[in-house]
């Protein structure tokens, strides 16, 4: 007989009650310990459970699989007619690391890209043939080279340069010569020498140098351009 059926035989009215059946909602984390899950229990079937995941520190959470397959968080859905097993899986959460040079142009850096949360990264400053490596400023100080530490975060560091050679250009017009220029250690001091053809005399200097004495010293503070006229 179904609910508030009557049975004319017995003269009375059968009542039946209906009882719902319990469905399981069970969880597991992936990897083990990237995070946790609530809202896993037992449910009617017809009843809405819903399940949400929760990242710890180093982890974001990717999506669910099992059972169900959903990238919602939180997950709601409607309890069938089964026991069902999600997974709530994780990745391990990545942060760049960016390297820039100062001046530009005097080096390179190896090392940036993206790392994950607790990973090592190591960076290396090189230098051109001009120029020395000095230091990291930035979100980390060091002087290390090559510098490593553990990414916890978003890094942006400089690598700085110091110049320890500048070039000399030297130039003669028409009528002598004069001292090859070249590359100088920062701070050296160089002697050049204009010298006439036999029928020529010397004029003066232009350029980066001055005067009308035919040799002259010059301070190699930075790259520098002198010209000999005869």
Do not use: C
């Not at 960076?123 to 979100?139: N, Q, V």
Request: glycine residues 12%; neutral net charge.
């Amino acid at each position: 007989y179904g609910p508030g059926a009557f049975s004319a035989t017995r003269g009375a009215y059968a009542y039946l009650t209906v009882i719902g059946i319990d469905r399981t909602v069970s969880t597991s984390v992936a990897p083990a310990g990237a995070g946790a899950v609530t809202g896993a229990g037992t449910y009617r079937e017809g009843a809405t459970a819903t399940l949400t995941a929760t990242a710890d520190s180093t982890h974001v959470f990717t999506g669910w699989s099992g059972d169900l397959t959903s990238s919602s968080n939180p997950l709601t859905f409607t309890v069938g007619a089964q026991n069902y097993a999600l997974v709530a899986n994780f990745a391990l959460r990545t942060y760049p690391v960016a390297a820039s040079v100062a001046p530009a142009g005097s080096g390179s850096v190896t090392g940036t890209g993206s790392y994950g949360a607790g990973a090592t990264a190591t960076l290396r400053a090189i230098p051109d043939a001009s120029h020395a490596f000095s230091g990291w400023t930035g979100d980390l100080v060091s002087s290390a080279n090559p510098f490593s530490f553990v990414v916890n975060g978003p890094v942006s560091l400089t690598a700085n340069f110091i110049t320890t050679s500048f070039a000399l250009t030297t130039a003669a017009t028409a009528g002598g010569s004069v001292t090859p220029g070249g590359a100088y250690p920062a701070g050296s001091i160089v002697t050049v020498s204009a010298t006439p053809d036999p029928t020529y005399r010397f004029i003066d200097w232009t350029g980066d140098a001055g005067g009308t004495v035919s040799t002259i010293a010059i301070t190699m503070d930075r790259a520098k351009f002198v010209q000999a006229n005869f």
